[in-house]
């Protein structure tokens, strides 16, 4: 029984937000979505969930519940909404949250570093009112450089590619003769679906995003390998 409506922070053009939205939305649940403003949102977020560390989005604070990323939120609204399970106590939904997670990480970082020479859309990363202020580019380089260093330097983009290509053809066989990851409707589908945002990014109607990113977000010779 939910007492007052949970809040929920996020980034809207985020895979990792808009997952756990989507599994709120399958189950019901009303949430008020607050925006978050990379950095200077870093420190309210830490106090809504009560840690000491670096706080990420998705998180959503539901009375006493402080969930930090999108498969604890996807737990709670099937624990606490409606609608099908989506199965995500199942251990075949774990694994496929895991190949989701790696294609996203792997999206992320191929995206940073499409972006990193590219002052414009680097501005356009940064959400309003952010990417009004001056020096908007480079905080936004400040970011790409963060992400890229939770990587290993060495990492080519053929490597990456390489990496996606054996999640996807691994996608590609499980639904081969099926229209589902695990025959029905699950968190598996979700989990996935986001992830393909880094591939071939959906139109603005559906997922709004700044525009002069997206050619950034589109990966060319995977979109080739698997059409």
Known sequence: FIVS????????YSPW???ARWALSWHGIDYNYQEYLPMLG??????????RGHATVPAMVAGNDKLRDSFEIAKWAEQNGNGADL??????VGQWNQVAESMKRLGRIRFANAIRHDAVALKASMPPPLDKMPGASQAAKVGVQYILSTYPIETTLEEIENKTATHLATVEAALEKQ???LGEPSYADIAIASS?????PTTNHYIPMPSA????????ALCT???
């Open 5 to 12: 409506k949970p809040t929920f922070y996020g980034i809207g």
């Open 17 to 19: 937000s808009y997952q």
């Open 42 to 51: 870093q420190v309210k977020l830490r106090a809504y969930l009560r840690q």
């Open 87 to 92: 199965k995500t106590s199942t251990v075949e």
């Open 179 to 181: 229209s589902f990851l």
């Open 196 to 200: 393909l945002q880094f591939i071939d």
């Open 213 to 220: 990113g997206r050619k950034h977000w589109r990966c060319n």
């Open 225 to 227: 390998k698997f059409p």
